[in-house]
């Protein structure tokens, strides 16, 4: 009995790393805006708007991709925005856009200079 035990939960185990393999691989492409790879049912959700974007939803191994596309001059297809829900909560949405957005929203620099003691200080200034 006690061998049959051991198979038991050596199975489990491994298909606990191959989920968790196959968790990781998706969720990693999803960080760097690409399709995730293991997809069950995908869908199709919303037909093209007027730039050619569109937006799919896919079902996966426990986890749903929600993500946008827009076609690129050289005939592929761009992943614009990427939304990653587990157990009916967002776990990343990122977008391709968000970099720029950041950085209207936050128009100060800092520059390095040396104070009379000879100590290297960052201010903020505004642009």
């Known amino acids: 009995m006690k ?4 198979w038991v939960v050596r199975i ?4 606990v790393i191959l989920w968790l393999t196959i968790f990781s691989i998706d969720f990693l492409r999803c960080l760097s805006l690409r399709k995730p790879i293991f997809v069950l049912v995908p869908l199709k ?8 974007s569109e937006h799919f939803s896919c079902t996966c191994l426990g986890y749903n991709v929600n993500y946008s596309t827009i076609p690129t001059t050289n005939g592929k ?4 925005w990427v939304e990653f829900i587990m157990f009916g909560k967002r776990i990343m949405s990122k977008s391709l856009y968000e970099k720029e957005e950041d950085k209207l929203e936050n128009n100060t620099r800092t520059e390095p200079y040396e104070n009379m003691e000879g100590i290297l200080v960052t201010t903020n200034i505004e642009n």
Not at 3 to 6: A, E, F, I, L, R
């Open 3 to 6: 061998k049959g035990m051991k």
């Open 12 to 15: 489990i185990l491994g298909i």
């Open 45 to 52: 959700t919303g037909m093209a708007t007027t730039d050619g």
């Open 77 to 80: 297809k761009q992943v614009t």
